[in-house]
Each structure stands twice: as C-alpha cells, then as structure tokens.
C-alpha cells in the first residue's frame, strides 16, 4: 500500500478525486493527510474523508526556506512513500525537493515541456495551441521540468475560454493521477526508477 502526503492550495478537486478512489479497498494507495500553503477550501474534502489536514503559510515566515523547512516537518513525521502537488501553486525552494527528492510528483494542465508555469491554460490558449492537456510529472529544482510519468491530451475547441477549457483539463487530470498513483504503488518502486 503506498502511503500518500497531498499538498494543494485552492478547491482539491484532483485531491478529490483521489480520495474518492480510495474509497475502493482494492485502491492500492492511502492517503495520511492533505496539508495547504493557506486555509484553502480544499481541505473540507479531506476532512470529509477523515484525513488530517495541515496547514503552513509561508507569512509568518522569515524566509522561504524556514517556511519550506516547516512544511517538510509536517511531512517527515508521516514518512510517506509518495507527496502529491495537486494544484499546489508554491515552488519549493531547491532544499525541500532535495530532501523528498524523487518522492514528490506533480499534476500540471498542460503537455509539457510546452506552458510550464502558474498559467498554463491561459499560455495555451494565447498561443493558439490546437492541443494542451495534463502531464504527471517528478518535481526536481525547476519549474515542471523533472521527468515525466504520463500525459494525456486535450483538444482546444474553437469556443474555450481558461475557464471551459480547464475544467475539461481537470476530468483528464483525475483520471492520470488516479492512474499514476496505481502504477506506481503496482510497480513498488521509488518514481525515479520508473520509467
């Protein structure tokens, strides 16, 4: 059973979704808590669920790094095999992705390498993209550049604003991390061997 730490930072539908395939005995995964960088509306799911929450705000920090260091705390103690960025819109400084590195993944709503960043919907559309969808992928030091572990495409239609188009990313984004997280505990192995 692979034990799971989800960090998100606004509704947690991805966090949802997840929760709700735990729900299924036969779901190889567990998930131990759901922590936030803010009092993000998200977490009701997980307390819905009966699954501890926490959260860490980066104000009543110094600096990042003692805020990223705080955030660690909260996970260490839980040992988890895997930590799930899902919507969780903070970039962890170099020192908290050493220390849970390849243990941390990340759902992002674009095919990257194309449109990393906070706006990836709205860099697709402006581009004039054809095609964008969602990419699961193994947080390293940059932003969405570590290696991928699946994506899926989603078409732009004629008439999507960010809004309608994202929601669409959104059912694609369920279903790959769902996904992902099954491959992963079915293989075993830590994400950076697989492959």
Request: glycine residues 6%; without cysteine; aromatic residues 6%.
């Amino acid at each position: 059973m692979l034990s799971v730490v989800v960090l998100i930072s606004g509704s947690g539908s991805n966090l949802l979704a997840l929760l709700q395939a735990t729900k299924n005995p036969l779901f190889p995964a567990k998930v131990l808590a759901v922590g936030s960088d803010k009092p993000a509306p998200g977490l009701e799911h997980a307390d819905l669920y009966g699954v501890p929450t926490f959260v860490v705000e980066e104000k009543h920090f110094a600096s990042r790094d003692s805020w990223a260091e705080k955030l660690g705390e909260n996970i260490s103690h839980l040992d988890p095999d895997l930590i799930i960025l899902a919507g969780f819109m903070k970039v962890l400084p170099k020192s908290f992705v050493a220390k849970f590195s390849p243990r941390i993944i990340n759902i992002h709503p674009a095919l990257l390498p194309n449109f990393p960043g906070a706006h990836a919907v709205r860099d697709a559309l402006t581009s004039g993209a054809r095609e964008t969808g969602a990419t699961v992928h193994i947080v390293d030091e940059g932003v969405d550049t570590g290696p991928i572990l699946a994506q899926e495409a989603v078409t732009v239609l004629p008439a999507d604003d960010e809004n309608t188009l994202h929601e669409r990313i959104k059912l694609v984004e369920h279903k790959l991390l769902i996904d992902t997280v099954k491959f992963l505990a079915s293989k075993q192995l830590e994400p950076s061997k697989v492959g």
